[in-house]
């Protein structure tokens, strides 16, 4: 136990007393508003994941290029298939752990930055009722794990510099580049650092040897990644030629004025990119009801703390991540801003976000830290609720009840749509779910009592990717009967 307390530098018996309850109740809430497949990106995951647990990965994948190289993600999912076997639940248990690991990990990196217990509590209490937080700990989605290697690394790198152990900036590194192969939201932090490491050189005159290794660990890790698709792919480069491949493939989810090979005129260019810059972006980072304010708050302590000069490295932490991620480009070859749009992206900077609202509540009086966290705690509750009426899940639940009971039917899907299918079955006659992704289906080809389901909304986001779908006109004839619908997803049945 000892060794353990030192290599991690925590005190275990601390934890368990102070997270037990706490960590007892984020499960609970979180399995309360369990998500599991909601036949979005998790989908294309747990193929992935599926084909390396039966030895024959990528095989016949349709999805996003780009998840092909968060192959880290891919394999907790196939490493939680093989211990528990193939199923919803399985999906989505690393998620999960992650979710509540990251509870004891805020609190570390509070008490780290701060050194103040109380902030570092409420930091803990914060995270364990954030609702993107509690939502997508119970969805198979990758920002949430990526985030906690990050905020690991980070952990790390501050450590060594505070207590002068060059081991931990190896191991700093070494998080870091983990982080790269669950999603690539490391590219913001590296920048970051790469800056703190200049401003240190020319401003104090002091090298950073840590921030040095870390980094030098990451470019290790990536050369011997690049080594490895170089054999196997024939390209050195092939990371960066994937994510081009995935924005020209998923473009209409990006900034679209940069797609290649359309005209723009400037004003039209400039004026958009102002709108997503200025207005855009930084509504959906400060103003978005599902992240309580939160943003706002670590906004205003941002202030509050540069007044006073405390916390520097947490306030460049907070402010420069968000710069980034409001306007800094996401490819070299041509200005691709973020798109903040969706609200997974908080991730990235939900970590400096906690630590400076903690801050904040415990700077409050007594009565008002009462009433902000029971208004926070109720304001979760909600919003969590809201999240699961967003992702349509009454309808989602009634849609899998439905799929087991007719496990054994023959079914004429989409893609994605099967991909989904597969897991909620726990991949149980996963050759009677039939693809019509690129193909010619007609009416002829399907035999009485077999379904169809149709979600239109998917097969149009899909044609965009370039995938081809038949007309579905024959579904209004007299041969063929709408079962129901559960929310986008509509069941025919053909009857004679």
């Known amino acids: 136990m000892k060794k353990i307390d030192k290599f991690l530098g925590l005190n275990l018996r601390e934890v368990y007393s102070s997270f037990y309850f706490l960590l007892f109740i984020a499960l609970i809430v979180r399995l309360y508003f369990y998500g599991g497949m909601v036949f979005s990106d998790g989908a294309y995951y747990d193929q992935l994941a599926h084909n390396l647990l039966k030895g024959f990965y990528p095989y016949n ?15 907790f999912v196939a490493s939680s298939y093989y211990v528990f076997g193939a199923n919803e639940f399985a999906s989505i248990l690393p998620s999960l752990i992650i979710s509540l690991l990251s509870i004891i990990l805020i609190y570390k990196l509070t008490l780290l930055f701060t050194n103040n217990k109380n902030a570092a509590r409420v930091s803990s209490f914060l995270l364990a009722f954030f609702p993107a937080d509690i939502v997508f700990s119970t969805l198979n989605f990758t920002d949430l794990q990526c985030a906690f290697f990050i905020n690991l690394g980070i952990y790390f790198l501050y450590k060594s510099e505070k207590q002068n152990k060059k081991w931990l900036s190896y191991l700093s590194g070494f ?8 999603k690539e939201y490391f590219y913001f932090i590296g920048i970051l650092l790469v800056v703190l490491f200049i401003y240190e050189a020319v401003i104090n005159k002091k090298v950073s040897f840590n921030i040095f290794r870390s980094i030098f660990v990451v470019l290790i890790i990536f050369y011997i990644e690049s080594i490895y698709y170089m054999t196997s792919e024939g390209n050195f480069f092939y990371r960066f030629y994937i994510l081009h491949l995935n924005y020209l493939y998923s473009y209409y ?14 004003k039209e260019y400039y004026l958009a990119l102002f709108r ?27 202030y509050i703390v540069w007044k006073v000069k405390e916390h520097r490295l947490l306030l460049f932490w907070f402010i420069g991540t968000a710069l980034l991620i409001i306007g800094f480009t996401t490819d070299f070859s041509v200005y691709r801003p973020f798109e903040l749009r969706r609200s997974y992206y908080i991730f990235i900077i939900l970590a400096p976000t906690i630590i400076l609202a903690s801050l904040f509540f415990v700077s409050q009086k007594k009565w008002t830290k009462i009433v902000l966290v029971i208004v926070y705690f109720f304001g979760s509750l909600y919003m969590s609720y809201q999240y699961n009426n967003y992702f349509g899940l009454k309808n989602l639940n009634s849609f899998k009840t439905f799929l087991r009971k007719n496990s054994n039917s023959i079914f004429y899907v989409d893609h994605k749509t099967k991909y989904g299918i597969d897991v909620v079955l726990n991949y149980i006659n996963d050759k009677n779910r039939k693809i019509y992704t690129n193909s010619t289906l007609q009416a002829e080809n399907i035999q009485k009592n077999n379904f169809i389901i149709l979600n239109r909304s998917v097969i149009q986001k899909l044609k965009l990717q370039g995938y081809k779908f038949p007309s579905f006109n024959f579904l209004y004839r007299k041969n063929f009967t709408l079962v129901n619908t559960f929310g986008k997803f509509a069941v025919y049945r053909k009857i004679r």
């Open 253 to 266: 989810d990006f900034f679209p004025y940069s797609m290649p090979g359309t005209y723009i005129p400037n």
């Open 175 to 182: 998080f870091f580049g983990v982080s790269i192969f669950i």
């Open 61 to 75: 994948y349709y999805g996003y290029p780009i998840f092909l190289i968060r192959k880290l993600n891919t394999l």
């Open 276 to 302: 997503h810059i200025f207005i855009l972006n930084p509504r959906y980072l400060f103003f978005r009801r599902f992240y309580l304010y939160l943003p706002v708050i670590a906004l205003v302590q941002s």
